[in-house]
């Protein structure tokens, strides 16, 4: 007997990959359900290369008798959605900013902190960090555990398919305009977007950072250690998909390149990626459609006792969501759920 999966916010670009992502995986789901809101009833979605899925109506539809729901239709839905799911007896894993900082919800990265999925039972809700957390935090948990991290200060180069395929299209259409020497109006993004960088992700906090740099400070908190200082800069850049970030460590204990790297060759979700040579590195363009989260530039950091230099990349729609929420189902369904009943095929 299989699991009922519903995908809600199927027709986005992290709904999207969350199909393809289960069908790549070959999660063992008898039925899969893509929901998404009234205007997109009846829009087909992939499904694996063969199979298409009609989008149904996520307001009324009923989530009793489905084990799992990936959710990921923005913060106010899921903020509506998501408990109605979860007293159904769905266990709902978000992808939204909704729940990840809520005590009674765990916030998890597989490779980081797995233990804490069995605390979904509190509210039948499991959160998914932000994208550019998660990769820092799969990145930063072997180094942790051989050194102690005292500090961090991460730069972020974010990709516009965080901010949505309404900013994709942006991205496009204002790259072709600057080649056609048409005007250029920025919409979804406060600048121009093209040929440019914007170091403002999400919206202004009192202290002057924006709510992006704050989310990776206290996710990192969360799901690794608090005692974890952080210090982000997030910025928006002229690529579609892929983040990368520049991470400076600072540690509480002595730590070579070499053991760093040993130490990252052997974690799980890293691929070490690190030749002192032209092109010896890892860019978003190469990440795309990858799982892993990429390790390149290990370095020392002359300039703190204990401290080392990264650079670190993933594909934020992969492991930066869709991934990272599949990964988590697939811990769920190793003993911790069992279907609640047979369900018909998708």
Known sequence: ??????????????????????????????????????????????????????????????????????????????????PKAAAAGCVVIDNTSCFRMEKDVPLVVPEVNPEAIKDYKKRNIIANPNCSTIQMVVALKPLHDLARIKRVV??????????????????????????????????????????????????????????????MCVETKKILDPSIQVSATCVRVPVFVGHAEAVNVEFEKPITVEQARAALRKAPGVLVIDEREPGGYVTPQECVGQGEVFVSRIRKDPTVPNGLSLWVVSDNLRKGAALNAVQIAERLIDGMIQPQSGAKAA
């Open 1 to 82: 007997m299989g699991y009922r999966v519903a995908v809600v916010g199927a027709t986005g670009n992290v709904g999207r990959e969350m199909l393809a992502t289960l069908a790549e995986y070959e999660f063992p789901a008898d039925e899969v359900i893509a929901l998404a809101s009234e205007r997109s009833v009846g829009k087909e979605v992939s499904f694996g290369e063969k199979k298409v899925l009609k989008v149904r109506d996520l307001a009324t539809f009923d989530f009793k008798g489905i084990d799992i729901g990936l959710f990921s239709p923005g913060a106010k839905v899921s903020e509506i959605y998501a």
């Open 154 to 215: 991460v730069a972020t180069y974010q990709s516009v398919s965080g901010a949505g395929k309404e900013a994709m299209d942006e991205l496009w259409d204002q790259t072709r305009n600057v080649y056609s020497t048409q005007p250029v109006e920025p919409k979804k993004f406060t600048k121009r977007i093209a040929f440019n960088v914007i170091p403002h992700i999400d919206v202004f906090m009192p202290s002057g950072e924006t709510k992006e740099e704050w989310k």
